[in-house]
């Protein structure tokens, strides 16, 4: 098992900017695909972005391509969503997830943190 720790959501404006970090300790880091996930009030969870454990390849929903972007710092045990041209339905809480392939479904993932609220206002 890997344990993960998001951080770096916050209140932002609409077309602004943040960066969500996923902490991981545990098992080797490498040895997981990672991806981010996102869930609002009232709605079903949602596949965001996902990295292989190479991080030669990277996954994207239609509705952030061209605004997020997933990477990882080996050295640091970390992965990055970085979420630019942020719109107000982006709002929701954003949760990272360990698993062996970078799925789009949740269900790959066995692994997961607790969570970062992430709120755009327009």
């Known amino acids: 098992q890997v344990q993960l720790v998001e951080s770096g959501g916050g209140l932002v404006q609409a077309g602004g900017s943040l960066r969500l970090s996923c902490a991981a300790s545990?098992?080797?880091?490498?040895?997981?695909?990672r991806g981010w996930f996102r869930q609002a009030p009232g709605k079903e969870r949602e596949f965001v972005a996902a990295?292989?454990?190479?991080?030669?390849?990277?996954f994207y929903a239609d509705s952030v391509k061209g605004r997020f972007t997933i990477s990882r710092d080996y050295a640091k045990n970390t992965v990055y969503l970085q979420m630019n041209s942020l719109k107000p339905e982006d709002t929701a809480v954003y949760s990272c997830?360990?698993?062996?392939?970078?799925?789009?479904?949740?269900?790959?993932?066995?692994?997961w943190g607790q969570g970062t609220q992430v709120t755009v206002s327009s």
């Open positions: 545990g098992r080797t880091f490498s040895t997981y695909a």
């Open positions: 997830a360990a698993g062996q392939v970078p799925s789009d479904d949740y269900s790959d993932y066995g692994s």
């Open positions: 990295i292989s454990r190479s991080g030669g390849s990277t």
